[in-house]
């Protein structure tokens, strides 16, 4: 006996389901063994890696001296990082730290496996001029997270542990920095900065589905930059130096995405002519 169209319905749909529940399933386990493999490199991740900002040697604090050297500009634009211990005040802090950071850097690192499972389970629903010309989305999304991250470490995370470690409302109070809170200021920056980083990606999306468009965008430019300052002021420590680090390159995405959706939006529009 042949099945009801609504029985077929029903069994399309819990296919689905579970087409959806293995995709989520190999996400996890991606998730799970760079988590496992960063747990197992604790001490040399903890050293070079989440402890890197606060000494002498960091990156970001060579680049800045080596920039003030090449336009003679002597130590102007030299940053000493400031110098401070971390202290673990609970009984299981450093443990509960260690499996925290290796959980966001094993995201961090599955993020693009991540976004391919998502694209194979959407994918099939797609046209076949729609699954061309978002080929290349999870390249670029997991790229412009990558720069987001990148940028949240290397130029954030610098300037606001020195920022807070740095401050002082009165000398009568001396900054005891707790490793929970060190690692909450790192992990803050970087996600927050690779996620505002998606922003071309969620316009082009968008645009593709005729929600946003290019003329919305500029109509509102003024708002966006205002809601970007908050943001800014939200993610970074209050001094206005970090703050325009972040809403420059953010702005300026915003920018390119006005652009972004100006060419995808006029996509959309001539596919409805036909």
């Known amino acids: ?15 689905h389901l579970e087409e959806l529940r293995w995709h989520i399933f190999r996400s996890l386990v991606a998730v799970v063994v760079i988590t ?11 050293d070079n890696l989440i402890f890197g900002p606060k000494h002498e040697s960091f990156l970001t604090y060579q680049a800045f001296c080596a920039v003030s050297e090449l336009f ?3 130590q ?7 110098v401070y211990e971390i202290q673990n005040i609970e009984m299981a802090g450093q443990f509960l730290t260690h499996i925290k950071v290796s959980l966001i850097l094993g995201f961090i690192v599955s993020f693009p496996y991540i976004l391919w499972e998502v694209w194979k389970f959407v994918r099939p629903g797609l046209l076949e001029h729609e699954q061309k010309s978002t080929k290349g989305l999870v390249f670029f999304a997991s790229l412009l997270f990558f720069i987001g991250v990148s940028f949240g470490y290397f130029i954030l995370a610098p300037f606001s542990l ?4 740095k401050y002082q409302v009165t000398p009568e109070v001396q900054n005891i920095i707790s490793l929970t809170s060190y690692i909450s200021v790192i992990s ?23 929600v946003l468009t290019p003329d919305m965008m500029r109509l509102y430019r003024k708002h966006a930059f205002v809601a970007i300052l908050l943001i800014a002021a939200v993610i970074t420590p209050a001094d ?14 915003y920018e390119f995405s006005i652009l972004i959706s100006a060419r995808v939006y006029k996509k959309y529009l001539a596919g409805l002519e036909k």
């Open 72 to 74: 003679q500009m002597g």
């Open 188 to 210: 803050t920056v970087v996600l927050a900065a690779g996620i505002m980083f998606e922003l071309p990606m969620v316009v082009f999306l968008l645009s593709k589905m005729g």
């Open 162 to 165: 020195n920022f807070f470690a």
């Open 1 to 15: 006996m042949q099945n009801s169209p609504n029985e077929d319905a029903e069994m399309s749909f819990i296919d």
């Open 36 to 46: 496992v493999i960063v747990f197992l490199m604790g001490p040399v991740i903890f």
């Open 240 to 253: 206005v130096w970090t703050m325009v680090l972040v809403t420059i390159p953010v702005y300026f995405l």
């Open 76 to 82: 102007m634009m030299c940053l000493k990082p400031a």
